[in-house]
Each structure stands twice: as structure tokens, then as C-alpha cells.
């Protein structure tokens, strides 16, 4: 059985906003616009998503322990204080985390569960009973209030960014996309990753066109183009 098979069969069905596949009528979701730029997005310089947001000098002390391992289940009140969870860079594909009303291991006992390509963000609210993680690079506590210096660029495969620490609201152009609507991208006020959460969202297929306004919680963007602001 191939690694793709492997880690699907030892995850369970997507709730929520992870489990969407075509778009859901939430807003003014905005469709995508003409154009013929065609250049080379993988030389971009995108953001990349901080506990700070923004880029850290070199001279920074080293980090202090992350708050959670990227592996394991942890009892939310003893082993993780609710709040708010951010693991970055991602790239294997392998990352998944489930927040739980229970121990049981039951599907009905899933609150909400993401598979992660790039950077997650998560809050794990104090009702909660479990978090669990596999897979996943450590977790970092971020403040509640967003802050920092925000890009103007994301990169289309890089999952969560928070809107005022890793990007700007604003305007933002993905083109070049294929036909087969790969490319998904979700505006949402909060990372309780619920159907409630979310804004508004699209599956792309082309160019994709989005409008982050400055009351949004978090940008999310999987198997897209690069995205770069135009206004």
C-alpha cells in the first residue's frame, strides 16, 4: 500500500470546514477574474506564517519550547491550556489534528479535525476534552490579538495565514490555476474550524480573485497559485 494510502486510512473523515469540497453559498464569495499573467510563481517570495507575524531578525534567542509536541493526545486543562495553537511548515502533507468532546476515539466524539498542508492554526476552546495531533511540526501559543508586520504575498499551497500577523487584508490575484478546481481558498473569522467559522470560500479553477477584509480571523489556501494583493 503506498505512504497516500497509508495516512488516509489512519485518519478519520474530515468535519467541518475540512470536509468541504465544492463551495458553500456563505457571503459575497468572489469569483475569479480574466488575465494572462503567466509568470514563474514559484520564485515568489510569500509569507510564511509567524508566532509574531512577519520576518524575525537573525540576531533572535533561540525559541523557547514549543507548547505541545506534534505528536500525541493531550487533555486539554492538564496537558493544554485552551487558547490558541499555531504549527507552521508543514510540507509533507502528513499533519493532522482533531479536537474531541471525549476519549473515546468514536467519530461521534469529533468536534473538529483538519489534515494540514503548510501552516495551522487552531483554538482549542475550554470545553473541549481532547486535542490530538500526528504528524505535525510542535505547536506554538499565539497571543489573542494579532499583531506584527504582515505580507502582501501567500503562497497557494501554504494552509492558515492569520490576517493582521501574516497578511494584510486586502485584495489578492491567484492566477493560472488548473481547470480541475484543485485550488481552494477559505476566508474565516476564527480557527475554531467549524461551518459557523467560515466567511465565505471557492473552489478555483483558472484565476482566483479574493477580497480579505480587516475583520477576518484567517486566510486559508491549499493547491492554488501563488497569491499576491493587488489593491
Known amino acids: 500500500m503506498s505512504q497516500q494510502q497509508n495516512w488516509f486510512a489512519r485518519h478519520k473523515v474530515l468535519t467541518g470546514a475540512g470536509a468541504l469540497v465544492v463551495v458553500i453559498a456563505i457571503g459575497g464569495a468572489l469569483a475569479g477574474g480574466g488575465g494572462d499573467d503567466d509568470k514563474d510563481k514559484s520564485k515568489d517570495t510569500v509569507a510564511q506564517g509567524t508566532s509574531g507575524g ?32 499555531m504549527s507552521t511548515d508543514n510540507t509533507d502533507g502528513m499533519c ?3 479536537r474531541a468532546k471525549d476519549s473515546s476515539g468514536e467519530t461521534d466524539s469529533l468536534i473538529a479535525n483538519d489534515n494540514v498542508m503548510g501552516n495551522a492554526y487552531v483554538t482549542i476552546k475550554a470545553s473541549d476534552k481532547i486535542f490530538k495531533s500526528n504528524g505535525c511540526k ?48 477559505e476566508r474565516s473569522k476564527d480557527a475554531l474550524h467549524g461551518i459557523d467559522s467560515i466567511i465565505a470560500n471557492e473552489n478555483v479553477s483558472g484565476n482566483g480573485l ?5 475583520g477576518d480571523g484567517y486566510f486559508k489556501t491549499n493547491g492554488c497559485k501563488n497569491w499576491k494583493k493587488t489593491s
Open 54 to 85: 512577519g520576518s524575525k531578525d537573525k540576531t533572535d534567542k533561540p525559541k523557547a519550547k514549543p507548547a505541545l509536541g506534534g505528536d500525541g493526545t493531550f487533555q486539554v486543562g492538564s496537558d493544554v491550556k485552551p487558547g490558541t495553537y
Open 96 to 98: 493532522y489534528w482533531e
Open 138 to 185: 510542535d505547536w506554538e501559543a499565539v497571543p489573542a490579538k494579532a499583531s506584527g508586520t504582515p505580507k502582501s504575498e501567500a503562497s497557494g499551497n501554504g494552509g492558515m495565514y492569520r490576517i493582521g500577523a501574516d497578511l494584510a487584508p486586502g485584495t489578492y490575484k491567484s492566477t493560472g490555476n488548473a481547470d480541475d478546481a484543485t485550488c481552494y481558498w
Open 210 to 214: 479574493v477580497t480579505i477584509a480587516a
